[in-house]
T-cell receptor
Framework: TQLLEQSPQFLSIQEGENLTVYCNSS?????LQWYRQEPGEGPVLLVT???GGEVKKLKRLTFQFGDARKDSSLHITAAQPGDTGLYLC???????????WGAGTKLIIKP | DAGVTQSPTHLIKTRGQQVTLRCSPK?????VSWYQQALGQGPQFIFQ???????QRGNFPDRFSGHQFPNYSSELNVNALLLGDSALYLC?????????????FGPGTRLTVT
């Protein structure tokens, strides 16, 4: 069974600080997606990375896919209270139509 | 462009009862996946429907069943409810021919079993 491990599970930092969330697996994925979920709502897709080594930026968020397509990171610069939420990574398996999900990183940004 | 919609928003049931949850996919999408999400955890894949058939299934018992209609909407049925079935049930839609397997989620149905 493929697993995606996210770390840290929980992170609480002050506004303005930088942070990095990691998503690791021993398996190769066709693509990897990052979602953000707020309480009582469904996950919202932030980005999809496809190519090994790919870097995508979304304002203050930088996403990177590992060279071997087994891991990914999300870096937030100058975090703001609006960044608070549950960040989930999901890997697309190469052989079927299923996503493998990490357990999520609960991020709290204190003003 | 209508996004994914789910109904009802909240539901309270008693152990042993049966429940049906409904999902309408994003306009233009033909594939529907269902997930169960416990509080503070990532979504757990239940099953996926494409062309009105169950294509993939996660590690869930037969008490969980589903259906997809010709208009691509879908239902999730859970029989003989257990306390442990209390969770947020998410529906996600995608396009079979999409370049990447990107899913768009509905707001979920919060099921409480007492």
């Amino acid at each position: 069974t493929q697993l995606l491990e996210q770390s840290p599970q929980f992170l609480s930092i002050q506004e303005g600080e930088n942070l990095t969330v990691y998503c690791n697996s021993s398996s190769v994925f066709s693509s990897l997606q990052w979602y953000r979920q707020e309480p009582g709502e469904g996950p919202v897709l932030l980005v999809t990375v496809v190519t090994g080594g790919e870097v995508k930026k979304l304002k203050r968020l930088t996403f990177q896919f590992g060279d071997a397509r087994k891991d990914s990171s999300l870096h937030i610069t100058a975090a703001q209270p609006g960044d608070t939420g549950l960040y989930l990574c999901a890997g697309e398996q190469q052989s079927n139509y299923q996503l493998i999900w990490g357990a999520g990183t609960k991020l709290i940004i204190k003003p | 462009d209508a996004g994914v919609t789910q109904s009802p928003t909240h539901l309270i049931k008693t152990r042993g009862q049966q429940v049906t949850l409904r999902c309408s996919p994003k306009s233009g999408h033909d594939t529907v996946s269902w997930y169960q999400q416990a509080l503070g955890q990532g979504p757990q894949f239940i099953f996926q429907y494409y062309e009105e058939e169950e294509r993939q299934r996660g590690n869930f018992p037969d008490r969980f069943s589903g259906h997809q209609f010709p208009n691509y909407s879908s239902e999730l049925n859970v029989n003989a409810l257990l306390l442990g079935d209390s969770a947020l049930y998410l529906c996600a839609s995608s396009l079979e021919t999409g370049e990447q397997f990107e899913q768009y989620f509905g707001p979920g149905t919060r099921l409480t079993v007492t």
